[in-house]
């Protein structure tokens, strides 16, 4: 009799072990946040799209440690309370960690709501200086505003300028206004002058219209636009109507179809810096490229590769993790880590330094800058 239930045991456990080994592997479950109703939802497809290819190709090579990658894509609205409630949507879905948003304002006002679930928030393309040096669930991906505003005081002042005016849409103040200051500091440091400094997109604030005239009555020899590439286009057309014929330049975040779409032949000659070169002839890049516009029949731009980085970041980090060693901790131990384009290290505080390539608008396109 009991040979015979030990034998039933033997069978059962045999079973038991031959129906798990037929069992799909649970899924490494990845959220991805992003605003795709409220004003710069075009952006975000771009970026959803780079993190959603990366996705499917590491399926396609076997997944995270032999687990497959879901990508749970939710829309933050453009709403704190849409925000709140896809916070919570991801929280309760069991996602290992959320990459986005892809707009600073939207990082600072999600990330106490990240801080209290224990969540990891990777965001791709944030710049604000104001969210960085802290230990919180937040990782950055991109460089600052700081450095972005000080390679292009130096360009600008290598270049010749010495007596600029400017134009910055406050509707998104931390970002903006955070990079106008470091602008400002950088370039006098270097000798030169701000001739004009005046603020737009708040409802007290000039029109499009006024605030270039305001620029161009200082007698500037560059236009700065502190603004995203459709209000930066909207700049450069109010520049054309009144005549203006001096360079003009944009921050990092203005390199968008939409600032060519939006300006056609007012923003040629615009400069701008990108954390990306869509120009690289590298391997990686090229099959990256290949592989997007034959999955979504358009070109990428940086928030595609800072997506797809991202998600490489993700990939060796959870493949790797050490148990029971949370998300944060895993991404930090490792690193550097190699992106399509450039090596990506994160600090103590998780904050990483992209190398960026200065960009004019010539014939419609972004062409390296001469």
Same mark, same amino acid.
């Given at each position: 009799? %009991?040979?015979? /239930?030990?034998? *039933?045991?033997?069978?059962? *456990?045999?079973?038991?072990?031959?129906?798990?080994? *037929?069992?799909?592997? #649970?899924?490494?479950?990845?959220?991805? +946040?992003?605003?795709?109703?409220?004003?710069?939802?075009?952006?975000?497809?771009?970026?959803?799209?780079?993190?959603?290819?990366?996705?499917?190709?590491?399926?396609?090579?076997?997944?995270?440690?032999?687990?497959?990658?879901?990508?749970?894509?939710?829309?933050?609205?453009?709403?704190?309370?849409?925000?709140?409630?896809?916070?919570?949507?991801?929280?309760?879905?069991? !996602?290992?960690?959320?990459?986005?948003?892809?707009?600073?304002?939207?990082?600072?006002?999600? +990330?106490?709501?990240?801080?209290?679930?224990? @969540? /990891?928030?990777?965001?791709?393309?944030?710049?604000?200086?104001?969210?960085?040096?802290?230990?919180?669930?937040? /990782? /950055?991906?991109?460089?600052?505003?700081?450095?972005?505003?000080?390679?292009?005081?130096?360009?600008?002042?290598?270049?010749?300028?010495?007596?600029?005016?400017?134009? $910055?849409?406050?509707?998104?103040?931390?970002?903006?206004?955070?990079?106008?200051?470091?602008?400002?500091? =950088?370039?006098?440091?270097?000798?030169?002058?701000?001739?004009?400094?005046?603020?737009?997109?708040?409802?007290?604030?000039?029109?499009?219209?006024?605030?270039?005239?305001?620029?161009?009555?200082?007698?500037?020899?560059?236009? @700065?636009?502190?603004?995203?590439?459709?209000?930066? #286009?909207?700049?450069?057309?109010?520049? %054309?109507?009144?005549?203006?014929?001096?360079?003009?330049?944009?921050?990092?975040?203005?390199?968008?179809?939409? &600032? &060519?779409?939006?300006?056609?032949?007012?923003?040629?000659?615009?400069?701008?810096?990108? #954390?990306?070169?869509?120009?690289?002839?590298? %391997?990686?890049?090229?099959?990256?490229?290949? =592989?997007?516009?034959?999955?979504?029949? $358009?070109?990428?731009?940086?928030?595609?590769?800072?997506?797809?980085?991202?998600?490489? !970041?993700? =990939?060796?980090?959870?493949?790797?993790?050490?148990?029971?060693?949370?998300?944060?901790?895993?991404?930090?131990?490792?690193?550097?880590?190699?992106?399509?384009?450039?090596?990506?290290?994160?600090?103590?505080?998780?904050?990483? =330094?992209?190398?960026?390539?200065?960009? !004019?608008?010539?014939?419609?396109?972004?062409?390296?800058?001469?």
């Amino acid at each position: 009799m %009991a040979a015979a /239930l030990n034998a *039933c045991r033997v069978a059962t *456990c045999l079973a038991l072990a031959l129906l798990a080994g *037929c069992m799909p592997a #649970a899924p490494v479950r990845i959220g991805l +946040l992003a605003d795709f109703s409220g004003r710069n939802a075009r952006f975000n497809v771009d970026g959803r799209n780079g993190a959603l290819l990366a996705a499917e190709r590491l399926n396609a090579g076997g997944g995270i440690g032999g687990r497959p990658v879901e990508l749970l894509v939710r829309d933050s609205g453009a709403t704190p309370a849409t925000e709140a409630a896809a916070v919570r949507a991801l929280r309760d879905a069991g !996602v290992a960690l959320v990459i986005g948003p892809f707009s600073s304002p939207v990082a600072a006002r999600m +990330l106490p709501l990240f801080d209290a679930a224990g @969540v /990891l928030l990777l965001c791709p393309t944030s710049t604000d200086a104001a969210l960085r040096e802290r230990d919180d669930q937040l /990782l /950055l991906l991109n460089r600052s505003t700081r450095a972005s505003a000080s390679d292009y005081a130096g360009m600008l002042h290598a270049r010749g300028h010495r007596r600029l005016a400017l134009a $910055t849409d406050m509707r998104n103040a931390s970002n903006n206004g955070g990079w106008r200051d470091a602008f400002v500091q =950088a370039f006098t440091a270097l000798g030169g002058h701000i001739v004009a400094d005046t603020e737009f997109g708040v409802a007290a604030d000039p029109t499009a219209y006024a605030a270039v005239r305001t620029l161009l009555a200082a007698g500037p020899d560059g236009l @700065v636009f502190v603004a995203n590439g459709v209000d930066a #286009a909207r700049l450069a057309q109010q520049a %054309a109507k009144l005549h203006a014929k001096l360079p003009m330049v944009a921050p990092d975040w203005a390199e968008d179809r939409s &600032l &060519l779409e939006a300006g056609g032949s007012a923003v040629e000659g615009l400069v701008l810096a990108s #954390a990306a070169r869509l120009d690289d002839e590298g %391997a990686a890049y090229r099959g990256f490229h290949q =592989a997007y516009v034959a999955r979504f029949g $358009t070109e990428p731009n940086y928030r595609s590769i800072a997506a797809y980085d991202a998600m490489t !970041v993700v =990939a060796r980090a959870l493949a790797q993790a050490r148990p029971g060693e949370s998300a944060r901790n895993a991404v930090l131990r490792q690193g550097p880590y190699q992106g399509l384009q450039q090596s990506i290290a994160f600090d103590r505080f998780g904050d990483a =330094a992209r190398q960026a390539y200065f960009r !004019v608008v010539q014939g419609g396109r972004f062409e390296p800058l001469p």
